[in-house]
């Protein structure tokens, strides 16, 4: 296993636990006593001037629409470097887990879509159950330690990546608002200039992010969710240079300055500021059944079905084998896991209700939350009881 890949699942233990924590804190807080000091912190302007631009939004935009901003920077990286060098760049390597998370994700948004259908701003959120969330079900599986092989981790984290890919497409098509074409026409010109950069074998870090920058400020006034810029500039470095080492590139260098940043300064931070339910958000399951009973099984049922379903399928049908070491049920418990949706499935919900139905989210994350925690309990379970 590359050195990379096993640092990152052997941190997978601390930032699930970091994960639990920031969000206990919040459903704390927002149903305590100090409710009023959450939400005046959550919503708590913040002003910062950068090269002649000043901003000044809440806590949570800034989370939202910034921090997240670096987290789809990593990911972007974390994808272009398995596609090149790591565990999907070739066809045999990359087909299972890609088909399995296409089954993953066409599944889920099934079933909500079924539960939603008659309910035209509830069916916005149609692809909140779609991810999987690879902070917590990596650190799920390290919990399991050597009850579960190594390479069914490597598995688990080539799916989420290519999941992650599929929802940053989803968000890109259907979560985007209306363009405005003259800041849209100045992203692409930066766009273009992050590539000429990647073509011409361009090494210094501090041109790509300036010019990542620039491209997240005309993203925000295109109507192109912002956040994108960070994974656009992150496929874009380059991982293999022909005149230096992996691990001498713009793209390693990033992702290790970044990578314990995000872990445990963004996520935890993004789950505290997204996870503060009321217990009043209990009582909305009921009141807006079709929607939970969507999102909840959509990640409880709808994940572990596709997921399993399709690498079955691939399997049998000899386009791809069953990983060395593994069997079905062993596939089935990542399957269930992978239900943990979390990260993703409540920043796909600020996308999907932002704009007009505030209270929707409530509902969505509530539903979020214990459809997660089940598929936690329950693939936790499943794989703890594999024999060796």
């Given at each position: 296993m590359k050195g990379h890949l096993r640092q990152f699942i052997?941190?997978?233990?601390?930032?699930?636990?970091?994960?639990i924590l920031s969000t206990l804190l919040a459903l704390v807080l927002a149903n305590s006593s100090a409710q009023g000091i959450y939400r005046t912190l959550v919503y708590c302007p913040i002003g910062i001037t950068l090269?002649?631009?000043h901003w000044q939004h809440s806590l949570l935009w800034w989370v939202n629409d910034g921090f997240m901003t670096l987290f789809f920077l990593l990911v972007g990286v974390e994808i272009k470097r398995e596609l090149q060098i790591g565990a999907l760049s070739t066809r045999q390597q990359a087909l299972l887990p890609a088909l399995a998370a296409l089954g993953g994700m066409l599944f889920p948004a099934l079933i909500y879509y079924g539960f939603n259908a008659n309910d035209p701003i509830a069916r916005a959120g149609w692809a909140i159950p779609i991810a999987t969330d690879i902070a917590f079900s990596l650190g799920m599986l390290a919990l399991l330690g050597k009850r579960v092989p190594p390479v069914l981790k490597i598995f688990l984290l080539a799916l989420a990546i290519v999941d992650d890919l599929g929802a940053i497409i989803i968000i890109t098509l259907f979560y985007s608002h209306t363009i405005a074409w003259l800041p849209f026409s100045l992203s692409l010109a930066l766009l273009l200039g992050l590539i000429l950069l990647n073509r011409y074998q361009v090494t210094h870090l501090s041109l790509y992010l300036l010019l990542g920058t620039?491209?997240?400020?005309?993203?925000?006034?295109s109507g192109i969710h912002a956040s994108l810029a960070g994974f656009a500039i992150g496929l874009i470095l380059p991982v293999k240079?022909?005149?230096?080492?992996?691990?001498?590139?713009p793209a390693h260098r990033l992702e290790q300055a970044l990578h314990p940043w995000i872990t445990y300064g963004v996520l935890p931070l993004f789950a505290f500021t997204n996870a503060g339910v009321t217990l009043q958000g209990f009582s909305s399951v009921l009141s807006k059944l079709t929607l939970s009973l969507g999102v909840a099984l959509g990640l409880l049922i709808g994940k572990p079905l596709g997921i399993f379903s399709?690498?079955?399928l691939a399997i049998k049908l000899r386009w791809a084998q069953l990983p060395t070491g593994v069997r079905f049920y062993e596939l089935f418990g990542v399957s269930v896991l992978c239900g943990i949706g979390f990260t993703m499935s409540l920043y796909i919900t600020t996308l999907a209700f932002e704009s007009q139905a505030l209270v929707y989210i409530d509902y969505a994350r509530v539903a979020i939350l214990l459809g997660s925690t089940l598929a936690a309990v329950i693939g936790y379970a499943l794989l703890r009881r594999r024999r060796h």
């Open positions: 052997q941190s997978g233990t601390a930032s699930g636990i970091l994960l090269a002649g631009w620039m491209l997240w400020k005309s993203l925000l006034h240079l022909a005149h230096v080492s992996v691990k001498s590139g399709f690498s079955w």
